[in-house]
């Protein structure tokens, strides 16, 4: 079996105060609904766990009905980290789930192909992430004011979600994690605690985060031709 699970109990603070940015319309439907509908028409998942805030799970199954999603889904309480949501929905994910593909519930435009790629990936390498190469000439700042150094852009990559893994190799990842009790951005950050290496899947489609505002108007341009 292979699972998704969509990371969906943040605040969404730069969208503003008092704004559940999840919730916001864009291109006709609350954000989290168009990627909840993507995995849910995803070929390669049989099963969806959505990861929500406490309080919110009547408003998950709400939106389930409404845009009558088909695949089996649970709804799981989130923690206090991103990396404790992802750990409660690895415990909540069926026992014979061996693949997952974990994805920010603010990233809508995610394809079917990028999921497919990076849950192929993990199969054989324990670990993949859609990810894209940095085309803009990029500087470092040690006071945030003042060019420090230049960094050579052929080197870096832009990481996105799904973040996909064997299902042994992401519990043993965020244990590490958990037991030196420290806080990572992503889940391959935890993956190169424990030394696992992690395929970069380069991902030639748009797949923005809902994070400031003006992020709204691109993706809705971009929903609505898909």
């Known amino acids: 079996m292979t699972s998704a699970i969509i990371v969906a109990a943040g605040q969404g603070t730069r ?5 559940d940015k999840l919730f916001l319309e864009v291109a006709g439907r609350p954000l989290v609904a168009h990627t909840w509908g993507r995995f849910d028409a995803a070929k390669c998942i049989d099963q969806i766990t959505m990861v929500v805030r406490d309080g919110m799970q009547t408003a998950f199954k ?12 649970q709804v799981v ?3 206090e980290h991103r990396q404790d949501s ?8 069926p026992s014979n789930c061996q693949l997952v593909a974990i994805q920010d519930g603010a990233r809508p435009c995610t ?14 390498v324990g670990a993949a992430v859609a990810a894209r190469r940095l085309t803009d000439t990029i500087k470092e700042s040690d006071d945030s004011q003042l060019v420090s150094r230049h960094l050579d852009r052929t080197r870096l990559w832009s990481v996105q979600t799904p973040q996909s893994f064997r299902i042994e190799v992401i519990r043993q990842a965020l244990a590490a994690v958990r037991q030196k009790q420290i806080v990572v951005t992503d889940d391959t950050a935890a993956c190169e605690l424990i030394g696992q290496p992690v395929r970069l899947v380069e991902n030639s489609a748009p797949n923005p985060k809902a994070t400031l505002p003006a992020d709204l108007t691109y993706i ?5 031709k898909a």
């Open 15 to 19: 969208m503003g105060p008092g704004t």
């Open 86 to 93: 992802v750990w409660n929905g690895l415990e909540a994910l």
């Open 77 to 79: 309480e989130g923690g």
């Open 220 to 224: 809705e341009i971009l929903l609505r």
């Open 62 to 73: 709400d939106l389930a009905a409404t845009f009558h999603f088909q695949k089996p889904f």
């Open 111 to 124: 394809s079917e192909e990028i999921i497919t790629a990076t849950l192929q990936a993990a199969r054989l």
